[in-house]
């Protein structure tokens, strides 16, 4: 990026979106915290943006809202910048049930579940600034249907579908069925002898060290209690539109009225419950366990927010 081309028009958010006092220390601190080697112009780009994100963070958590918001890395990127943690391409002209409310039907579920501390669940991973999250989404819920089926907990390849799965576009993005078909035909190299470089490459997949064959795949209706239902046996792949709100979030449980756009990144809920009042769905992110409540985010749950209860699959291994 040329950061100069946008450099006028990001001193005067400088100078406009906060305290100038207040948005100095703090960005120093995230500096601290996000050291980039910049060159003057660069950095006085990135302090414009995370002058703009400062007062969006300092605006909502002063007001009465159901979650908080922080700095992370995304405060000082560009749009461009932040398209590379998203990665989701849903196929041309696919379409998915209906949403569907509850409607007050009681769900035979429990009333709350959270695989988060099951020993088949892997450590919160960093997809970094490639649009894979299609690919640790589809890992992500495979490896624990593995481990439950088989009695090993394994850490599988995202990388091998980066570099190798041609039914999707590496870091430029994908879907997880189509990641769960191409696993159905070649299956998974270990991630760690097929580590994550977060950059597409050329295929190095070994069809002598296969660990896990997806077995099958399925969609869940588009509707709370068949999702609910559904995690009973395991963490499920889901969508959703990432916003900027989404990306500043801290804690508590997020939901926005801006954010019923067509989803652009794909995550993964393995969990539900309820805060204060109001039931959520436990949201695994792929941006670090530096991101939200130790990589997790506790999403409104039963009214599709974000449109995270409308492409909801589960996988068997």
């Known amino acids: 990026m040329n950061f100069s081309i946008v450099l006028l028009l990001v001193v005067a958010v400088v100078a406009t979106s906060a305290r100038p006092s207040d948005v100095d220390h703090h960005w120093e601190i995230f500096k601290a915290n996000h050291p980039k080697a910049t060159h003057l112009t660069e950095e006085l780009v990135r302090k414009g943006l995370f002058a703009k994100v ?60 959270d695989w988060r501390t099951d020993s088949c669940l892997q450590p919160v991973k960093d997809q970094g600034q490639c649009g ?63 580590g994550y470089t977060g950059a597409q490459g050329g295929c190095r997949y070994n069809s002598g060290a296969v660990y896990a064959v997806v077995s099958s795949f399925s969609q869940i209706s588009s509707n709370p209690n068949s999702i609910m239902d559904a995690l009973q046996y395991g963490p499920v792949s889901v969508a959703l539109n990432a916003m900027t709100s989404f990306q500043a979030y801290n804690g508590g449980v997020y939901s926005s009225s801006s954010c019923g756009g067509a989803p652009n990144h794909a995550v993964i809920v393995v969990g539900y419950g309820n805060l204060n009042g109001q039931d959520y769905w436990v949201v695994r992110n792929s941006w670090t366990a530096g991101w939200g409540q130790g990589g997790y985010a506790l999403v409104l749950r039963g009214y599709n927010m974000c449109n995270i209860e409308n492409y909801v699959w589960s996988v068997r291994a």
Request: charge should be negative; proline fraction near 2%; aromatic fraction near 16%.
């Open 54 to 113: 400062h007062q969006m963070i300092e605006e909502h958590n002063s007001g009465n809202h159901s979650y908080t918001m922080a700095h992370n890395m995304f405060s000082d990127m560009t749009e461009q910048e932040k398209e590379g943690y998203m990665g989701l391409r849903l196929p041309e002209g696919f379409e998915t049930d209906a949403w569907t409310a509850s409607n007050g039907v009681e769900s035979r579920a429990p009333a709350s579940l």
């Open 132 to 194: 894979s999250c299609w690919a640790f989404s589809a890992i992500g819920s495979f490896e624990f249907q593995f481990c439950k089926t088989y009695g090993t907990s394994l850490a599988l390849s995202e990388q091998q579908l980066v570099d190798c799965d041609t039914y999707d576009g590496g870091c430029q993005g994908g879907w997880y069925y189509n990641a769960w078909t191409y696993l159905q035909s070649y299956g998974s190299n270990s991630g760690y002898e097929y």
